[in-house]
């Protein structure tokens, strides 16, 4: 009994020992050192192995002793790297909009990384203003194509993520009309606002096609370089894309426009003038572009066309 007694005091005074010698030691050499013991209770083993994992992977290349602060690795490795996150891309909603333009897709689907994110396509159209329309058409970056008429797109008609971009899904749709990567819409209204000769049309509806890019305000610039001299050279220019005046005139052999603009004011433009001239959406405005003018010299707001020979 008595030897019982001594064993268990003998344990208690060794484990005493044991933690007052651990204490001191770690007031001696500070509480750094018990960071990797704090981590182990703290984050999961699957997150620390995996920071293991990369830490291993760094000191192939870089002396451990230099991995002592977070500025060591990300001053070189151009700070957080946030996968996935589409600060910077965007998608076009044009044609009979009050408001067409750019939108950033974080501003559609803030929270693109959540499971079962989505926005019906009604609702995102109805936040622009578009309320009222005849047919709207998404457009992706690999040339696919798709156009609904109003009636066949319900609440089920989504615009859900997609890698870093956007796509759209419909489970009472066609599989086939399930786009990815779409970067622009064209809504067309019901409206018919613009006149060209006898035809009463829109913009949205024109921009469905036929239609021309072209180049304009091409610039050569050029810089000295401050290490070597040397003179480098380039060229700017913007594209714009549109509607081709002469595919839409009731003569394509016009010799000269009439151009009105919503106030009433006409413009005559000779067939020299109005080469390659297209309709587009610039500025949010109806635009009569001209290539061999400059921007104060375009049309815009416009309402009416007319050829003449």
């Excluded at 600060?87 to 909009?97: A, C, E, P, R």
């Excluded at 019901?190 to 829109?202: C, N, Y």
Aim: aromatic share 6%; proline share 6%; glycine share 8%.
């Amino acid at each position: 009994m008595l030897a019982s007694k001594t064993s268990r005091f003998l344990l208690i005074l060794v484990v005493l020992v044991l933690v007052i010698g651990g204490i001191a030691i770690a007031a001696a050499v500070g509480t750094k050192s018990l960071a990797p013991v704090r981590a182990a209770f703290n984050y999961p083993w699957s997150v620390l192995t995996g920071e293991a994992h990369t830490m291993n992977e760094c000191v192939e290349c870089h002396n451990p002793t230099d991995l002592h602060t977070c500025e060591s690795c990300h001053d070189d490795h151009g700070a957080v790297e946030m996968a996935g996150v589409p600060f910077n891309d965007l998608l076009l909603l044009t044609g009979d909009v009050p408001e067409p333009g750019y939108i950033p897709i974080n501003e559609i689907l803030p929270y693109h990384g959540q499971p079962n994110t989505h926005v019906p396509l009604l609702d995102f159209l109805a936040e622009h203003g578009v309320t009222d329309f005849e047919s709207v058409t998404l457009v992706s970056r690999d040339g696919g194509f798709t156009t609904f008429e109003r009636p066949n797109l319900t609440s089920e008609a989504w615009l859900a993520p997609h890698v870093d971009g956007i796509r759209f899904v419909a489970e009472n749709l066609h599989i086939s009309t399930w786009l990815k990567g779409i970067w622009r819409i064209i809504v067309v209204g019901t409206g018919k606002p613009l006149q060209i000769d006898e035809q009463v049309t829109s913009i949205g509806r024109l921009l469905l096609g036929p239609t021309r890019s072209i180049t304009i305000e091409q610039t050569d610039v050029m810089l000295k370089s401050e290490t070597d001299g040397e003179i480098r050279r380039g060229k700017t220019a913007s594209r714009i894309e549109g509607a081709p005046i002469e595919a839409m005139v009731a003569h394509p052999d016009f010799q000269s426009l009439l151009v009105y603009d919503e106030n009433g004011q006409e413009y005559t433009l000779a067939v020299n003038e109005a080469q390659g001239a297209l309709v587009a959406l610039m500025w949010g405005r109806i635009t009569l572009v001209l290539p061999e003018r400059s921007r104060a010299q375009w049309v815009a707001d416009v309402v009416e066309i007319t050829s003449q020979r």
